[in-house]
């Protein structure tokens, strides 16, 4: 069974870049033809897309994120991150990865989320 | 690319039959037959309901079904019961490789 692990720091200062790491486990991000996403969610709000990187390195990012937002991967250690430059509180968010089959159109598998939290 | 738009709440009694719209716009929903929808817990991660529009994945009940006409998304949940109480997701493709999610909609069961 596909697992997804997000990791990384809890707290970030503001202006300083969040980064955070998937861990894929049950499957190969390299051996596969699907997209590999980030998702967030700030407390008591809906879920956002941020964008998503494919199997074969392309990477796709929401318009209203695109200037801060880097997604890479790494397929000898199986996972991918997410780099979010000058955070402000409005970043303030659970951060979901996952599993997008299709163009993507849809998230089958998700990581428990992590929150992260932009304070000083 | 703007947040697709859904009820905030809805409710309804067990047993009975309840709706969640989904509106977008002809960039996505309009365009492109593939919206997902996700039931959400607190404190848990979404879970796929539906996708591609109308396809539920393996283990998901029939009760779960979804439609779309113009530019709305629909998602019926029927035989309503006290489990199906959760928030509701829509999700659009919007070209580009991009996904666009609606605002949620909490589903209370009376």
């Known amino acids: 069974q596909l697992q997804l692990q997000e990791s990384g720091p809890g707290l970030v200062k503001p202006s300083e870049t969040l980064s955070l790491t998937c861990v894929v486990s049950g499957g190969s991000i390299s051996r596969s033809t699907f997209y590999w996403g980030w998702i967030r969610q700030p407390p008591g709000k809906g879920l956002e897309w941020i964008g998503s990187?494919?199997?074969?390195?392309?990477?796709y990012y929401t318009p209203s994120l695109k200037s801060r937002v880097t997604i890479s991967v790494d397929t000898s250690k199986n996972n991918f991150s997410l780099k979010l430059t000058s955070v402000t509180a409005a970043d303030t968010a659970v951060y979901y990865c996952?599993?997008?089959?299709?163009?993507?159109?849809?998230?089958?598998?998700w990581g428990q989320g992590t929150l992260v939290t932009v304070s000083s | 690319q703007s947040a697709l738009t859904q009820p905030a709440s809805v409710s309804g009694s067990p047993g009975q039959s309840i709706t969640i719209s989904c509106t977008g716009t002809s960039s996505d929903i309009g365009t492109y037959n593939l919206v997902s929808w996700y039931q959400q817990n607190p404190g848990r991660a979404p879970k796929l309901m539906i996708y591609e529009g109308s396809k539920r994945p393996s283990g998901v009940s029939t009760r779960f079904s979804a439609s779309k006409s113009g530019n709305t998304a629909s998602l019926t949940i029927s035989g309503l019961q006290a489990e199906d109480e959760a928030n509701y997701y829509c999700?659009?493709?919007?070209?580009?490789?991009?996904?666009?999610f609606g605002g949620g909609t909490k589903l209370t069961v009376l």
């Open positions: 990187i494919y199997s074969g390195g392309s990477t």
């Open positions: 999700c659009s493709y919007a070209g580009g490789s991009t996904l666009v």
């Open positions: 996952g599993r997008a089959g299709g163009y993507p159109s849809q998230i089958d598998f």
